[in-house]
């Protein structure tokens, strides 16, 4: 199984950017797909995710800053990111979903690094 996550980068706060997931080794279609992300010195944490019935789900500090979505058809996931603070610096990983906001199993890609500066 390989994940994918391509579109980090470094921008400043306020900025955009949309980040991709092009896993394989899995039925994309078959999964919930969510992003999570983690910070220096902190744990992973949940994102957003989608699902095939189009029902998506934040996490509270998304703050309808970002747009989370999918193409089964290209077999990706996006995230689009608005209005970035520093917080938001982080790893920024893409997996299966078990659950709204939980992952499946315990597999992890190289993630894409995501820098907010101020």
């Known amino acids: 199984i390989q994940m994918g996550e391509s579109g980090g980068g470094q921008v400043q706060a306020g900025g955009s950017l949309t980040l991709s997931c092009q896993p394989s080794g899995f039925i994309f279609s078959s999964y919930g797909m969510g992003w999570f992300r983690q910070a220096a010195g902190s744990e992973r944490e949940f994102v957003a995710s989608?699902?095939?019935?189009?029902?998506?789900y934040y996490a509270d500090f998304v703050k309808g800053r970002f747009i989370v979505s999918r193409d089964n058809g290209k077999r990706t996931l996006s995230l689009q990111m608005s209005d970035l603070e520093a917080d938001d610096t982080a790893v920024y990983y893409c997996?299966?979903?078990?659950?709204?906001?939980?992952?499946?199993?315990?597999?992890w890609g190289q993630g894409t690094l995501v820098t907010v500066s101020s």
């Open positions: 997996n299966r979903m078990r659950s709204q906001r939980v992952h499946f199993g315990d597999f």
């Open positions: 989608v699902w095939n019935d189009g029902k998506t």
